[in-house]
């Protein structure tokens, strides 16, 4: 007992802020990620060839820039958009700074997350819906992401718990989290309970998200 | 009602193209029940999607109401399907949803106001007789309550014409039995004009008033159901009534009753069938009938008949006896081993 609160003494205060980095870091990227990533992977199901918005060239250039990014690891992307991240936010440091290569990162994950979700639908009651004279963006909402809403739980799921392991990279540009603790103190400094313990925090966490996500899910689908 | 007019589709795939449809016209008259009839792979589902465009033709015309659905912009088409229903062999609900959901939102989407939506969902429930499972899930449905969500959901836009993409075809036949009259009572009680496509011909006896039966994209024989069950040309439609009335005698047995006589089928319709025109031919003529087999069933609402008759006794009486039951409104086929051998091939 008292080896806990000393060490809690000695760490809490750097746990307490690193995990609140952490989500920080996870909340915001998701969010802008989800608002990219969604209807970009709508746009992928509708652009393809005998789709409602059938467009070759929109669907090829989406698709062949969605696997250019996907290509490069995390670690290299956030230092090979260093000017970018610095054009846009006007810093490549910190949590601000570590957002965009985030953003990139999971935004197009996320899309082809999207995709496969959406593409389970049933063409037939697409069709049903078109062979009532429903407008194409109603039928978006109602039929596509409606049905596949379940999958698309599943995959954002994923896309976190993916977003949380980019995260500890983050730290090599001044993000901090719970990653970069863990590599500070626990690897460089050889303080490896801080290690043990970050590891059990994330471990944790991802669980507490894997088992929240397909609770959500099966909540969800109904047959 | 509904007009299609030269109608042509062709596939193109990667095993070259395929014609779907070759000059197809067909016309749908107010208030009738219309069976196009095919194997797989006929060209029916095409043509059943072409009326609404789900499937655009490559040339021809598509008339409902007399508007030529394929010069209309995307707007005002979208506001003609509001007025043609369909329904699916898959059902295609929203799983998502429940029933009452799954009929209610396609209603919202079409701009109705909440009140006008519950009273339609209500009234269509009721029409197909699930009001207690409004608030069930599709998963939790039989194949039958599927259809007839569906059902209602086609019906809650009001539609003039209902098609039905093999409706029944996923169902068991007790099912299959009670959606036929479900289209029925709606064909009768709504006045809703019906174009279905089936590979079954019960469907067709059943319900339907006119009939299309296709082969390789093309309409091969067409017209009121009785003619058609009555005096089948084309040798697809005779396969087709036979799967109804199978009257398959062993070939060796025909061919030794065949030595002693002519084997027939009778038909027999409506008021025909109640006449003891068999009878009255035995006293007659210098013949002995002898009934192999026979059924008797209705075609929508009449009742039609078939006997597999043997004729003994000589050629000219035959011939004679034969003569006089056409006179009296039965229809008369001959069965020969050369008939049946094209049959199977």
Same mark, same amino acid.
């Given at each position: 007992?008292?080896?806990?609160?000393?060490?809690?003494?000695?760490?809490?205060?750097?746990?307490?802020?690193?995990?609140?980095?952490?989500?920080?870091?996870?909340?915001?990227?998701?969010?802008?990620?989800?608002?990219?990533?969604?209807?970009?992977?709508?746009?992928?199901?509708?652009?393809?060839?005998?789709?409602?918005?059938?467009?070759?060239?929109?669907?090829?250039?989406?698709?062949?820039?969605?696997?250019?990014?996907?290509?490069?690891?995390?670690?290299?992307?956030?230092?090979?958009?260093?000017?970018?991240?610095?054009?846009?936010?006007?810093?490549?440091?910190?949590?601000?700074?570590?957002?965009?290569?985030?953003?990139?990162?999971?935004?197009?994950?996320?899309?082809?997350?999207?995709?496969?979700?959406?593409?389970?639908?049933?063409?037939?009651?697409?069709?049903?819906?078109?062979?009532?004279?429903?407008?194409?963006?109603?039928?978006?909402?109602?039929?596509?992401?409606?049905?596949?809403?379940?999958?698309?739980?599943?995959?954002?799921?994923?896309?976190?718990?993916?977003?949380?392991?980019?995260?500890?990279?983050?730290?090599?540009?001044?993000?901090?989290?719970?990653?970069?603790?863990?590599?500070?103190?626990?690897?460089?400094?050889?303080?490896?309970?801080?290690?043990?313990?970050?590891?059990?925090?994330?471990?944790?966490?991802?669980?507490?998200?894997?088992?929240?996500?397909?609770?959500?899910?099966?909540?969800?689908?109904?047959? | 009602?509904?007009?299609?007019? /030269?109608?042509? =589709? *062709?596939? !193109?795939?990667?095993?070259?193209?395929?014609?779907? &449809? #070759?000059?197809?016209? $067909?016309?749908?008259?107010?208030?009738?029940?219309?069976?196009?009839?095919?194997?797989?792979?006929?060209?029916?589902?095409?043509?059943?999607?072409?009326?609404?465009?789900?499937?655009?033709?490559?040339?021809?015309?598509?008339?409902?109401?007399?508007?030529?659905?394929?010069?209309?912009?995307?707007?005002?088409?979208?506001?003609?399907?509001?007025?043609?229903?369909?329904?699916?062999?898959?059902? /295609?609900?929203? =799983? *998502?949803? !429940?029933?009452?959901?799954?009929?209610?939102?396609? &209603? #919202?989407?079409?701009? $109705?106001?909440?009140?006008?939506?519950?009273?339609?969902?209500?009234?269509?429930?009721?029409?197909?007789?699930?009001?207690?499972?409004?608030?069930?899930?599709?998963?939790?449905?039989?194949?039958?309550?599927?259809?007839?969500?569906?059902?209602?959901?086609?019906?809650?836009?009001?539609?003039?014409?209902?098609?039905?993409?093999?409706?029944?075809?996923?169902?068991?036949?007790?099912?299959?039995?009670?959606?036929?009259?479900?289209?029925?009572?709606?064909?009768?009680?709504?006045?809703?004009?019906?174009?279905?496509?089936?590979?079954?011909?019960?469907?067709?006896?059943?319900?339907?008033?006119?009939?299309?039966?296709?082969?390789?994209?093309?309409?091969?024989?067409?017209?009121?159901?009785?003619?058609?069950?009555?005096?089948?040309?084309?040798?697809?439609?005779?396969?087709?009534?036979?799967?109804?009335?199978?009257?398959?005698?062993?070939?060796?047995?025909?061919?030794?009753?065949?030595?002693?006589?002519?084997?027939?089928?009778?038909?027999?319709?409506?008021?025909?069938?109640?006449?003891?025109?068999?009878?009255?031919?035995?006293?007659?003529?210098?013949?002995?009938?002898?009934?192999?087999?026979?059924?008797?069933?209705?075609?929508?609402?009449?009742?039609?008949?078939?006997?597999?008759?043997?004729?003994?006794?000589?050629?000219?009486?035959?011939?004679?006896?034969?003569?006089?039951?056409?006179?009296?409104?039965?229809?008369?086929?001959?069965?020969?081993?050369?008939?049946?051998?094209?049959?199977?091939?």
């Amino acid at each position: 007992m008292n080896a806990i609160n000393e060490f809690l003494d000695a760490w809490g205060a750097d746990l307490w802020e690193s995990t609140i980095q952490t989500f920080q870091m996870v909340g915001i990227s998701l969010a802008i990620s989800i608002l990219i990533g969604l209807p970009l992977g709508i746009l992928l199901v509708l652009t393809r060839p005998g789709k409602a918005l059938d467009n070759k060239f929109v669907y090829n250039v989406l698709n062949i820039v969605i696997n250019v990014i996907r290509s490069v690891p995390f670690i290299i992307l956030l230092f090979f958009i260093l000017p970018f991240t610095k054009f846009i936010v006007g810093t490549s440091i910190g949590v601000k700074g570590v957002i965009v290569p985030l953003v990139i990162y999971t935004a197009p994950y996320i899309a082809r997350l999207m995709e496969s979700a959406l593409l389970e639908v049933d063409r037939g009651v697409v069709e049903a819906y078109e062979a009532m004279g429903i407008k194409t963006r109603h039928i978006i909402w109602n039929v596509l992401v409606r049905e596949s809403r379940s999958s698309i739980v599943l995959g954002l799921t994923i896309a976190t718990i993916g977003l949380i392991g980019a995260t500890a990279m983050a730290g090599l540009v001044g993000g901090g989290g719970l990653g970069d603790l863990a590599y500070r103190y626990g690897h460089l400094r050889y303080e490896v309970d801080v290690m043990y313990v970050t590891v059990i925090l994330l471990i944790i966490l991802v669980q507490g998200l894997q088992s929240l996500g397909n609770f959500w899910a099966a909540k969800l689908k109904k047959d | 009602m509904l007009e299609l007019k /030269n109608i042509t =589709k *062709t596939f !193109t795939g990667k095993q070259g193209s395929i014609h779907a &449809l #070759k000059d197809v016209s $067909l016309s749908v008259n107010q208030g009738e029940i219309y069976g196009v009839i095919g194997y797989s792979g006929a060209g029916k589902s095409t043509l059943i999607r072409c009326v609404n465009l789900l499937e655009k033709p490559d040339s021809g015309s598509v008339k409902v109401n007399g508007v030529d659905l394929t010069t209309l912009t995307p707007g005002k088409l979208r506001e003609a399907r509001s007025h043609i229903g369909m329904i699916f062999q898959g059902f /295609n609900l929203l =799983k *998502t949803a !429940t029933v009452y959901d799954n009929i209610a939102i396609p &209603l #919202k989407l079409t701009g $109705l106001d909440k009140k006008e939506v519950k009273s339609r969902v209500n009234k269509y429930l009721e029409i197909v007789g699930l009001s207690e499972k409004q608030n069930a899930y599709p998963a939790e449905l039989s194949g039958g309550q599927k259809q007839r969500v569906a059902i209602a959901r086609a019906l809650s836009h009001e539609p003039e014409v209902l098609l039905s993409d093999e409706a029944t075809s996923a169902l068991d036949p007790d099912t299959t039995e009670a959606i036929l009259d479900l289209l029925l009572k709606i064909n009768k009680e709504l006045g809703i004009t019906i174009l279905l496509i089936t590979h079954e011909m019960n469907v067709i006896q059943r319900i339907c008033d006119c009939v299309a039966v296709m082969e390789n994209g093309e309409i091969i024989e067409e017209g009121r159901t009785k003619d058609i069950f009555t005096s089948p040309q084309h040798s697809t439609t005779k396969r087709f009534v036979n799967s109804l009335f199978s009257h398959d005698i062993p070939d060796d047995l025909l061919e030794e009753l065949s030595e002693s006589g002519q084997v027939a089928t009778l038909s027999f319709f409506g008021e025909s069938s109640g006449d003891p025109a068999l009878a009255l031919v035995t006293k007659k003529y210098d013949i002995f009938p002898n009934i192999l087999s026979g059924n008797i069933t209705r075609l929508k609402d009449e009742a039609f008949g078939q006997l597999l008759v043997h004729f003994k006794g000589d050629t000219a009486e035959i011939n004679k006896a034969i003569q006089f039951l056409q006179e009296k409104q039965v229809h008369v086929e001959g069965v020969t081993l050369n008939e049946r051998h094209q049959r199977i091939s």
